[in-house]
């Protein structure tokens, strides 16, 4: 009912329109009728008046002509004025022409930062052995029903969230993968990382290396938290072997004690 509203609002606003140049016009040709009208009163008079009255009917004339040339006058003022408003307008057209122009080209730079961001993503993915479905299957875009999220297209399927069709540890490699990315190339990211406990759900020891490793080398700051397991010391897995390619001078390691907290006096 609201859009039938609307519609006919719109045909009455065009219909009073119309109707407001036909009233305009009727005005005008009434005045014309009129002035003409006088002066033809005013020749029959001359025509049976003495010459002396003649004369009315000239300063009729002279009366039109000048009221025609007030006319004149005020379409010409109307005109300028019109002539004004369209430079104006002309002037805006041309700014939001530009700015229209500015905004598509910040458009082709943005989708070249999805495509880097989509790359860089997949690199470290595939770095970290990730194995559900395939690398080449993922792809990132900046659309209205996937913005900037992981999706796994395999023919024939539907396409899925990267969370729905990994394992647990491939989805946590996909975290990894998606943060250090962003770290690593958002312009207004503070510039470090927190990860509480990257290793969970099993994960294998080479992907934790890998890791620690990029951590260490990327030059931004990560601050990793992870549970030391006490099968690690029995496999010859500890901490000390996830950083063992990793130079001392490139990390800093803070080990806790069951007894001790992560924040305390100093």
């Known amino acids: 009912m609201e859009s039938k509203r609307d519609t006919y609002q719109k045909y009455i606003t065009a219909s009073e329109n119309v109707v407001e140049r036909c009233l305009s016009a009727l005005s005008f040709y009434r005045k014309k009728i009129s002035l003409k009208r006088e002066q033809l009163d005013s020749i029959s008079i001359d025509l049976t008046s003495p010459s002396a009255e003649a004369l009315r009917s000239k300063y009729e004339k002279l009366a039109e002509i000048k009221f025609r040339k007030n006319e004149l006058k005020e379409f010409s003022d109307f005109l300028s004025s019109f002539r004004n408003d369209l430079k104006e307008i002309r002037i805006g057209y041309v700014l939001l022409e530009k700015e229209e122009k500015r905004l598509r080209n910040l458009k082709s730079v943005d989708e070249e930062k999805v495509k880097n961001f989509k790359n860089t993503f997949l690199n470290y993915l595939d770095s970290f052995g990730y194995r559900s479905n395939g690398v080449y299957n993922i792809t990132i875009n900046d659309d209205s ?122």
């Open 145 to 266: 029903s996937h913005r900037l999220l992981p999706i796994v297209r395999i023919e024939s399927q539907q396409p899925q969230y990267i969370r729905y069709v990994s394992s647990a540890s491939d989805f946590v490699r996909s975290i990894w993968a998606y943060y250090i990315a962003l770290l690593n190339l958002a312009e207004n990211h503070p510039g470090f990382l927190v990860m509480d406990e990257p290793g969970q759900h099993q994960m294998r020891v080479d992907s934790m290396q890998v890791l620690l490793k990029l951590s260490a080398n990327l030059g931004k700051q990560f601050i990793l938290a992870i549970s030391q397991d006490r099968k690690y010391d029995s496999k010859n897995v500890n901490i000390y072997e996830l950083v063992k390619d990793i130079s001392d001078k490139d990390y800093t390691l803070h080990h806790i004690e069951d007894n001790q907290s992560c924040i305390s006096l100093i």
